[in-house]
């Protein structure tokens, strides 16, 4: 009955629980809540900047006037006065009727996230193979670890992911005598790298998948708060056949409600919802009528471009810190749009090593490590602007570079094995992780 180890449960877990272990840094990151901590760790929203008290008259009528319905079980696919209006959001990107967009071939799922989820069980066998960018949400890492698949990240640059390394991943893919089962990626705002995918990539990217036949998974939380310009026609809007469409109502209205999507063809769609009503049964009638509610009756857009307006000054506020504060050697991504700055080490310094003398600084990112399935990203690592003000951020930057500047002296003085540099394709077989990979995401690492 008793086991070796301090779990006395060990022989009886599931195969796909192997290597998935709660994040090394989650006690790390226990600290940063404390107020002398300036985290550029989090991707949390500002949601402060709702209405809240108007929002919370809407909540209430929601449970009293219409709790009958809002408090009762519905069905699987989500609510259709909600799909009608993700269909209104996702025509912003050129995603409408004219390219084979229909609320019938919408599917609304508990975030984000469960949308991955879902797409992750319709498609993935154990030891299938997804292509992702590297780095990648850790999120979407953790889903696929969890399907038992294997990752094989494909770099991106300062213009999104790289047509000619995905071509190349796909090669490597045959030669080993498999064949990927769908790239997953982020063109918008990528979440860590910060970077958008230029609209000739999109093209040549979408070209490559479709000469392959390979599935393409587009995510697509950040794609509304862009600081310039209207968003980019989506990948989605350019192929109907081949993409499948992820969104979330996180970061445009509030992550609390957990209410996301899918936009499938009709077949995929169908098998979606199988596989969410084993899952959930149906999304929240609450949330669902909530979010319908808010974006039918209160000035959604207008809300959109004052988080932008928040986000940009942020996104100011940390770009000028780094530029006046960092040590040479250190180079950073400037996003245009969402949440997220990549950074890159000065040579020889690893991010996970660093992170304790970080945090005893008082301020806290996320190590590169957590984005990539292999454990590879130790040179870098990622610093969001989203939730602290101006004048914290400058702060932590201030923090930031002190830590860099030491770090290099020590490493000088002292001298270092190099973090491993990532190779151009890696493939992880997820079920063979070590223990950096397959963790569980930490609080805040979103
Ligand atoms: C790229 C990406 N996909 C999905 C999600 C999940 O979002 P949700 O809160 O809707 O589950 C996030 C959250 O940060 C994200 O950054």
Redesign the pocket.
Known sequence: MTGTTLDDYTDRYAQRMRGMTASEIRALFAVTARPEVVSLAG?APFVAALPLDAVGEMMAKLGGEQGATTLQYSGGQGDLALRERICEVMALSGIDASTGASPDDVVVTV????A?DLVSRVFLDPGDVVLAEGPS?V??LGVFQAAQADVVHVPIDDDGLIPAALAEALETVARAGKRAKFLYT?PNYH?PGGVTLSSERRDEILAIAERARLLVIE?D??GLLGFSGEPMPALRARHRDGVLY?S???KTFA?GL?V?WVLAPHAVREKLVIASEAQILCPSMFAQTAIATYFATMPWKEQVKTFRQIYQERRDALLSALTEQMPAGTRWTRPDGGFYVWLTLPDGLHSKEMLPRAIAARVAYVPGTGFYADGTGGSHLRLSYCFPTPERIREGVRRLAGVIEKETLVRAEFGTAAAPAPSRVTWTHATHLGPAAGQAPAPGL?
């Not at 975030?111 to 469960?114: A, E, R, S």
């Open positions: 991707g975030g984000g996230q469960q991955l949400y999120g979407a982020v979440n995510d939380p950040y992820v979330t109502f996180s992550p957990r996301g979103e």
